[in-house]
């Protein structure tokens, strides 16, 4: 049961853009549970796509086990007013290599794909576990989701109002926190609410960071966001580092995760850097 209730603790880092944790490792951590109750909990893991990494409140020390791929000593940023780069959306494939943690998981896969064709589109962002999460660009720079999806569990977490990926600038000495509600509903049936409740989330920019990958060496913005969410049958306490690299996105993310749900508790920890990168965009024919 250690293993198991291990392994359904993680969640997911941001995202939107990773993420490992796979819900049916619930059936048979729940047996017993009353089904309702059962597919809220397979929905709360929904809850943290875009959020990321979930856990006690950490330090830097938590950064350990980057150590192999860190160049140099990180630098105190100035402000950076251009953020617009630091996604790199477009279509894609990335593959990202876990080098520590405890959900089991080697790798993880990430397609990334525009929902319209507009000059400024949404993005979809869906991992090898079946999570989709909806990336929406604003004028002024900022990123932001309002929701993500399951399709394993066909669940559908949303945000009121939408939260932050990635604000329109970033200062050290400016954190950026916002407040919604949160609901997660049937993805079949919207009108089915499975959950409900409240997050807060907050994005600082901490350090300029160079870093050693299998893709290649990138100086890397490093970022860290705290999330709780208070939910009817959860609690979640996240905590994690982002790397972002102009015109490459995520490069490297640690993460530490905490869950209390139906009187269990799990914690994990997860770390993963860039392994390769695809075009997913045909080519037309000479």
């Known amino acids: 049961m250690g293993a198991q209730s291990s392994r359904i603790g993680q ?4 995202l939107y853009i990773i993420g490992t944790m796979d819900p049916s490792y ?11 109750a059962k597919r809220a909990l397979w929905a709360l893991m929904l809850i943290c796509i875009t959020a990321g990494g979930c856990a006690p409140v950490a330090d830097v020390e938590s950064l350990d086990t980057l150590a192999e791929f860190i160049v140099g000593p990180a630098r105190m940023p100035g402000p950076l007013t251009d953020v617009s780069d630091l996604l790199a959306m477009r279509p894609e494939l990335r593959r990202y290599r876990v080098v520590a943690g405890n959900d089991g998981r080697e790798s993880m896969t990430v397609l990334i794909s525009a929902i319209d064709s507009s000059d400024n589109p949404s993005w979809s962002t869906e991992d090898s576990a079946g999570r989709i999460a909806i990336l929406t660009p604003l004028d002024d720079g900022s990123w932001i989701t309002a929701r993500a999806e399951d399709l394993s569990h066909s669940a559908t977490t949303q945000y009121d109002p939408p939260i932050a990926v990635l604000p329109a600038a970033l200062d050290p000495n400016q954190p950026t926190t916002i407040r919604a509600a949160v609901r997660v509903v049937s993805r079949d049936d919207p009108a089915m609410q499975m959950d409900r409740g409240t997050c807060e989330q907050t994005i600082r920019y901490e ?7 299998p893709a290649g060496t ?5 970022l860290r966001v705290d999330y709780t969410a208070d ?3 959860a609690k979640v306490h996240q905590q994690s580092w982002r790397f972002l690299s102009p015109d490459v996105g995520l490069v490297a993310e640690v993460s530490n995760e905490q869950v209390t749900a139906l009187l269990l508790g799990w914690t994990t920890q997860r770390t993963m850097v860039l392994e390769s990168v695809q075009s997913t965009v045909i080519a037309a024919p000479h």
């Open 231 to 233: 939910l009817n049958l």
């Open 218 to 222: 990138f100086d890397c913005h490093r």
């Open 207 to 213: 350090a300029v960071q160079r870093l050693r990958t």
């Open 11 to 14: 969640l997911t880092s941001w």
């Open 26 to 36: 619930l059936t048979g951590a729940t047996m017993g549970i009353h089904p309702a």
